[in-house]
T-cell receptor
């Protein structure tokens, strides 16, 4: 059974700092990996999707990498801002599994002004 | 486009009561999903519908039933609510179940079972 773990569970940084969020998964037979953002009391918003054949994806100040063989992904946030404060979730899609997502527990990020 | 909408936003039930959570999407997506989110456990898949007319169990289907009413709507029913079903429920949709596209999520329904 696929298991997804995110470390740390919570992170507090001062504004302007570059930071890295970590995600690991136990079964390397994934179709893709996605990073989501969740604001308090809200739904999930997709940030980046990395196909299994790709090594990284970038969107603005966000960069996500994928090392499928080692079962790891990182989300790099450059020059963090208070507006980046949210919970970040990673999720993997298992091959031939109806596009079902298996989620990690999330990292709760607070960026202090 | 409204995207994925869910009703109600909040609900309080007594143990043993029944209710249906509604979900609709206007993106012409074929696949729809129901997840529940509990503190410290991330999101877990309850049921999904790869296409209109089909439904399949996810990781935690016990105590729930679903109906894919048409291409737009996918409902989740609790026949006899239990306190263990207190959670936040999210509906999601995507274009197909086999293409690995991103999923779009609704705002969630917060359910408290007393």
């Amino acid at each position: 059974k696929q298991e997804v773990t995110q470390i740390p569970a919570a992170l507090s940084v001062p504004e302007g700092e570059n930071l890295v969020l970590n995600c690991s998964f136990t079964d390397s037979a994934i179709y893709n990996l996605q990073w989501f953002r969740q604001d308090p009391g809200k739904g999930l918003t997709s940030l980046l999707l990395i196909q299994s054949s790709q090594r990284e994806q970038t969107s603005g100040r966000l960069n996500a990498s994928l090392d499928k063989s080692s079962g790891r992904s990182t989300l790099y946030i450059a020059a963090s801002q208070p507006g980046d404060s949210a919970t970040y979730l990673c999720a993997v899609t298992v091959n031939n599994a109806g596009n079902m997502l298996t989620f990690g527990g999330g990292t709760r990020l607070m960026v202090k002004p | 486009n409204a995207g994925v909408t869910q009703t109600p936003k909040f609900q309080v039930l007594k143990t043993g009561q029944s209710m249906t959570l509604q979900c609709a999407q206007d993106m012409n997506h074929n696949s729809m999903y129901w997840y529940r989110q509990d503190p410290g456990m991330g999101l877990r898949l309850i049921y999904y519908s790869a296409s209109e007319g089909t439904t399949d169990k996810g990781e935690v289907p016990n105590g729930y039933n679903v109906s894919r009413l048409n291409k737009r709507e996918f409902s989740l029913r609790l026949e006899s609510a239990a306190p263990s079903q207190t959670s936040v429920y999210f509906c999601a949709s995507t274009w197909t179940s086999g293409g690995g596209e991103t999923q779009y999520f609704g705002p969630g329904t917060r359910l408290l079972v007393l």
